[in-house]
């Protein structure tokens, strides 16, 4: 007995139907589902990979998108610090300063700290130490 095949369909068209679905038409993860099904004839299992290549495919154009806005963002505020440093005007070279330091997250510190150390933070007065001194 001959096994029927599938007629094959190219991938990329199908993901671009299913990031245009989702993104533009805003389908659901099971109306999507149940678009691929109704359409291709693709079973639940193939559908969800095919959803999960297109979500990939999206956020990598996300992140080449937003490194380049950006890289935008930040030589448009170095142009007006320029200006503004030009004209002496320091107290907006400050603050461009500082929203490039938030664009570049240079004021985000990240602190680890050992969960079996103990920090004692003295709100008033000496600390325990220094007071055993």
Same mark, same amino acid.
């Not at 299913?18 to 109704?38: A, C, F, G």
């Given at each position: ?12 068209? @199908?993901?671009?139907?299913? #990031? ?37 495919? #999206? ?36 603050? @461009? ?5 938030? #664009? ?8 680890? @700290? ?20």
């Amino acid at each position: 007995m001959e096994k029927k095949r599938r007629k094959g369909y190219e991938k990329q068209p @199908i993901l671009n139907e299913i #990031i245009d679905l989702r993104y533009n038409k805003s389908y659901s993860t099971q109306s999507l589902l149940k678009h691929l099904l109704e359409k291709y004839g693709y079973k639940q299992a193939r559908s969800y990979e095919l959803i999960r290549e297109a979500k990939a495919q #999206i956020a990598t154009a996300y992140d080449e998108t937003t490194l380049d806005v950006l890289k935008e963002a930040i030589s448009s505020l170095e142009s007006l610090q320029e200006e503004a440093r030009k004209e002496k005007d320091y107290k907006l070279v400050f603050n @461009i300063q500082q929203e490039l330091n938030k #664009i570049q997250q240079l004021h985000i510190q990240k602190l680890e @700290i050992d969960a079996n150390m103990n920090i004692e933070v003295p709100l008033f007065g000496p600390t325990k130490k220094e007071k055993d001194e």
